[in-house]
């Protein structure tokens, strides 16, 4: 019999203190770091890559709610500062990326959108005119809300026959 069989026989001991002091539950030494487990890593891998999905997915919502946010609020500056449809037979003509679009205008709108006092901008799948002084603003919020006017460039050629002939601007075919 062994030495623990003997203390147990004799009633120094019993079987649940024997369990206690069985060679797996002894405390680990200091110097001895502490194995962890395949499992135990796996996990806190697993664990480690949700988090980062996580904070991933919070900040694309967080952006996405800051866009509309944004997109509010250029609505509500053009509601605010557009200045009224004109029921008008002149058009101002710009391109729109690729696109070619015009306006109804007056003569003293269409001077002030050729010298950068009003600009047109993209409201609700057409388009509005907003003056100058909301322009900043609205370009603040998206920059693609406004449609970039360019004027066309003045090209004299030395070569050319009729430079001295001027077409002129608001000539109506």
Not at 60 to 84: F, G, N, S, T, Y
Not at 134 to 146: C, G, K, P, T, Y
């Given at each position: 019999m062994s030495l623990r069989d003997q203390l147990i026989q004799a009633g120094l001991g019993t079987?649940?203190?024997v369990k206690g002091t069985s060679k797996g539950q002894r405390p680990r030494s200091r110097h001895q770091p502490e194995q962890v487990s395949a499992e135990k890593l796996a996990a806190s891998q697993a664990q480690a890559a949700k988090n980062a999905r996580d904070?991933?997915?919070?900040r694309r919502q967080q952006e996405k709610a800051a866009a509309k946010a944004r997109r509010a609020q250029v609505k509500q500056l053009i509601d605010q500062c557009r200045l009224p449809a004109v029921q008008s037979d002149e058009y101002f003509n710009f391109a729109d990326g690729t696109r070619l679009a015009r306006l109804a205008v007056t003569p003293q709108l269409r001077e002030q959108l050729i010298q950068g006092k009003a600009a047109v901008v993209r409201y609700e799948g057409h388009y509005a005119v907003v003056p100058e002084a909301?322009?900043?603003r609205i370009r603040e919020r998206d920059e693609h809300a406004i449609v970039p006017y360019v004027p066309p460039a003045e090209s004299v050629d030395k070569d050319d026959p009729y430079k001295d002939f001027v077409?002129?601007?608001d000539l109506v075919w």
């Amino acid at each position: 019999m062994s030495l623990r069989d003997q203390l147990i026989q004799a009633g120094l001991g019993t079987k649940k203190q024997v369990k206690g002091t069985s060679k797996g539950q002894r405390p680990r030494s200091r110097h001895q770091p502490e194995q962890v487990s395949a499992e135990k890593l796996a996990a806190s891998q697993a664990q480690a890559a949700k988090n980062a999905r996580d904070q991933e997915l919070n900040r694309r919502q967080q952006e996405k709610a800051a866009a509309k946010a944004r997109r509010a609020q250029v609505k509500q500056l053009i509601d605010q500062c557009r200045l009224p449809a004109v029921q008008s037979d002149e058009y101002f003509n710009f391109a729109d990326g690729t696109r070619l679009a015009r306006l109804a205008v007056t003569p003293q709108l269409r001077e002030q959108l050729i010298q950068g006092k009003a600009a047109v901008v993209r409201y609700e799948g057409h388009y509005a005119v907003v003056p100058e002084a909301a322009v900043e603003r609205i370009r603040e919020r998206d920059e693609h809300a406004i449609v970039p006017y360019v004027p066309p460039a003045e090209s004299v050629d030395k070569d050319d026959p009729y430079k001295d002939f001027v077409v002129p601007d608001d000539l109506v075919w």
